[in-house]
């Protein structure tokens, strides 16, 4: 069973900071990893997707990682903004148990909090 | 574009009483995903519909929980009778396919408390 942990739970920092999110699962057999952003009271919106066979994936001043070996991921942010001030949540996508569907599996998050 | 809709955005019931949350995918998605949210938790599948047909209902509580998607496009989830550990954030999401390259949507979700 496929257990996605996410570290720390929760971060608080000044703005301006660089920062890392830790994202670890336990089966590497994955066909790709997501890192999704959730503000309070609303949905998931997707920040980046990394296929099994990349590294990293960079969107502006977010870029994450992929060790699919070691079942590690980061999410490094760049120059924090309290914008920034959300739960950022790994999720690993990889096949059911009947080998006929993709599913997606979610970390507990990572409450992430800058201040101005 | 539009993105996911999703209705009630929050609900508040009794232990015993019945709920239903109603979703509206992207136009033209076939797939559609019921999620549940526990406060602190990560969203777990509940269930996974592709067109109107079911593809993963493996964690969905069916003593309880049911849910329909007819005419492949509006779903709704309904809970019968409710307990106080349902009480979270129910999300509905979409994708064009279900494929492993197919980005899923989200909807804002409903948050249910269970009193």
């Known amino acids: 069973k496929q257990e996605v942990t996410q570290i720390p739970a929760a971060l608080s920092v000044p703005e301006g900071e660089n920062l890392v999110l830790n994202c670890s699962f336990t089966d590497s057999a994955i066909y790709n990893l997501q890192w999704f952003r959730q503000d309070p009271g609303k949905g998931l919106t997707s920040l980046l997707l990394i296929q099994s066979s990349q590294r990293e994936q960079t969107s502006g001043r977010l870029n994450a990682s992929l060790d699919k070996s070691s079942g590690r991921s980061t999410l490094y942010i760049a120059a924090s903004q309290p914008g920034d001030s959300a739960t950022y949540l790994c999720?690993?996508?990889?096949?059911?148990?009947?080998?006929?569907?993709?599913?997606?599996?979610f970390g507990k998050g990572t409450l992430l909090t800058v201040n101005p | 574009e539009a993105g996911v809709a999703q209705s009630p955005r929050y609900k508040i019931i009794e232990k015993r009483q019945s709920v239903a949350f109603w979703c509206n995918p992207i136009?033209?998605?076939?797939?559609l995903y019921w999620y549940q949210q526990i406060l602190g938790q990560g969203p777990k599948l509940l269930i996974q519909?592709?067109?109107?047909?079911?593809?993963?209902d493996s964690q969905l509580p069916k003593d309880r929980f049911s849910a329909e998607r007819l005419k492949g496009v509006d779903s709704t989830l309904k809970i019968q009778p409710a307990k106080l550990e349902d009480s979270a954030v129910y999300l509905c999401a979409s994708s064009l396919a279900r494929g492993t390259y197919n980005e899923q949507f989200f909807g804002p979700g409903t948050r249910l408390t269970v009193l």
């Open positions: 136009s033209g998605h076939a797939t």
């Open positions: 519909f592709q067109n109107n047909g079911v593809v993963d």
């Open positions: 999720a690993v996508r990889r096949k059911n148990s009947g080998g006929s569907n993709y599913k997606l599996t």
